[in-house]
């Protein structure tokens, strides 16, 4: 069954230059590893196809049961310069939580 990521996981945003940082982070660590099967680097660069235009780098942090993805070219030049409405990239870690990923029942 698919279920979007909100349902299973909340994600929090930053921003340094033109590069955003997003985190994801389970409501229930046992699903971590689930997560870092579903949400690849692959993935999460066609979800933003049309918004990132470097590189994407995935970081795992077991410890917190957490994965951090660093997304460069993704801000439209950086906060000073950008004409974008979310400057800082905010939105799009709710954009993350968008993506279908497959889950089994007692997720």
Do not use: W
């Not at 971590?32 to 933003?48: D, G, N, P």
């Amino acid at each position: 069954m698919k279920r979007k990521l909100y349902e299973v996981a909340h994600s929090r945003a930053g921003d340094k230059g033109n590069i955003l940082m997003l985190s994801l982070i389970p409501y229930q660590e046992k699903d971590y590893s689930h997560l870092c099967k579903e949400v690849t680097i692959e993935r999460v660069k066609q979800h933003f196809k049309d918004i990132v235009d470097g590189e994407i780098f995935r970081y795992e942090v077991p410890n917190i049961a957490a994965l951090q993805f660093v997304c460069h070219q993704a801000l439209l030049g950086g906060v000073t310069i950008s004409l974008g409405m979310d400057t800082h990239g905010k939105s799009l870690s709710y954009a993350l939580l968008e993506m279908e990923i497959e889950v089994q029942e007692s997720i």
